[in-house]
């Protein structure tokens, strides 16, 4: 199938950036840049192919990690300088686990809380866990915690879910900050464990929880 770029404006490397919309959420998903082979390519399989910028080359979205992009629709702006292509997402779309690239708060003009700088680090801090805990599932050693607790297998681990839940409480009922903080570190460590038995990204978490912020009334609140 052709098509008609004849309207698009490509920059002087032959370069047009696309933005990528889920179909069903109207999230902003990723920016990528696409030349006339990898829009062809796109156009022709029906799934995202973008140029490298970095590496020089053509890539297929998903093509390693699974996380494809099936194309449903692609439009230009009124300038032609830029395509706005909405897909269905399978799995994350950032290469870090989160649904989004776009998880990164840096300002917020009132509507709500500014989250502080360490905050803005969470998603980053939980998707480098969560890469640790799923080599370490694999690769880990004799030694290794992790490794031990998926080779226990299930209930093992909602057994250490359980408990460090009911450790969390405990904290909380002794009114210590330090005791809170420690627990709920090794809670959330182990929830981590449970999302990677279920092949379950932090992303998708937060995808959720965002999701339910941005309803009117954040009635899941």
Partial sequence: ??????????DEK???????????TDKVLMLAYMNGESLARTVETGYTWFWSRSRQKLWNKGETSGNTQKVLSIMYDCDGDTLLIKVDQKGNA????????FSFPLWNS????SLPVADNKLPLILSDLYKVIQYKRINGGEKSYTKYLFSAGQDKILKKVGEEAAETIIASKN??????????????????VLLAYHNITPGQMLAELGGRRSKENNSKY
């Fill in 94 to 101: 950032c290469h870090l686990g989160n649904y989004s690239c």
């Fill in 175 to 192: 009114n210590s900050q330090e005791e809170v903080i420690y627990e709920m570190s090794d809670l959330w460590y182990h929830c981590l």
């Fill in 1 to 10: 199938m052709k098509i008609d770029v004849s309207k698009l404006k490509f």
């Fill in 110 to 113: 009132g509507s709500g809380e």
């Fill in 14 to 24: 032959g370069l047009i950036p696309a933005v990528i919309q889920d179909n069903k």
